[in-house]
């Protein structure tokens, strides 16, 4: 009816989307740029080292509710395989698409697909499909690192209430007399202070003015 794919997608879904992307890519990208037999795949221990390479961008398992990398590679088993490598006999990542794609909307297809299948087991009762991802913008802070009570009323913690008030107290240094009191003391004249204004309001300072502005006389022509 002429309703997108993505129509239904929520976050999770397009961070799927990119993962299958970006993986795909990294999976031939790497075979081409190390142009050696045999370093034809990625290993799966270099995963995060070569993802961060190639996108610019640390890869966080925690953002995919995953504990090992391997369990976000899994996440995307439709797209990219973790195999073990007859030679090295390390763990590698295969990508089961082909490297020239005619269109990129198989990512697109692979990605309902799932979500449909996702769906239809949540329906059913199976907790274990729902995706643990942490929403954008989603800040963890680790327990205990917030003792109970020390949050504001308006939902900042009292210690960054604090560190904002430090930071913008203005401390002056006690070695430095201010400049009404150094000049009033003789420590220093109003040369010596650069860029300072003269300001009847500071105690022990006068401006120097000058004197009063003599006219020549007036003469007829």
Not at 79 to 105: A, G, H, W
């Amino acid at each position: 009816n002429g309703e997108p794919l993505f129509a239904n997608f929520q976050f999770e879904d397009w961070s799927m989307l990119s993962l299958r992307f970006e993986l795909h890519l990294l999976s031939h990208a790497f075979r081409k740029d190390a142009n050696d037999a045999d370093r034809v795949l990625v290993p799966l221990d270099h995963l995060p080292f070569y993802y961060n390479r190639y996108f610019k961008k640390a890869l966080s398992t925690k953002t995919y509710g995953a504990d090992t990398v391997e369990e976000v590679a899994r996440l995307v088993r439709d797209t990219i395989l973790v195999t073990k490598n007859p030679i090295s006999k390390l763990r590698v990542l295969e990508s089961q698409l082909p490297e020239e794609l005619e269109c990129l909307n198989i990512f697109v297809m692979l990605t309902e697909e799932h979500r449909r299948e996702r769906q239809r087991r949540i329906d059913l009762g199976d907790d274990a499909a729902r995706l643990k991802f942490l929403a954008p913008g989603t800040l963890s802070v680790p327990s205990g690192s917030l003792s109970s009570g020390s949050a504001s009323p308006s939902g900042t913690p009292s210690a960054v209430s604090a560190a904002v008030a430090a930071a913008s107290t203005v401390v002056r240094p006690s070695a430095v007399p201010p400049p009404a009191v150094a000049m009033a003391s003789g420590a220093a004249s109003p040369v010596q202070i650069r860029g300072l204004r003269p300001s009847f309001g500071m105690p022990g300072l006068r401006p120097s003015l000058p004197g009063p502005v003599r006219m020549p006389p007036w003469r007829p022509w």
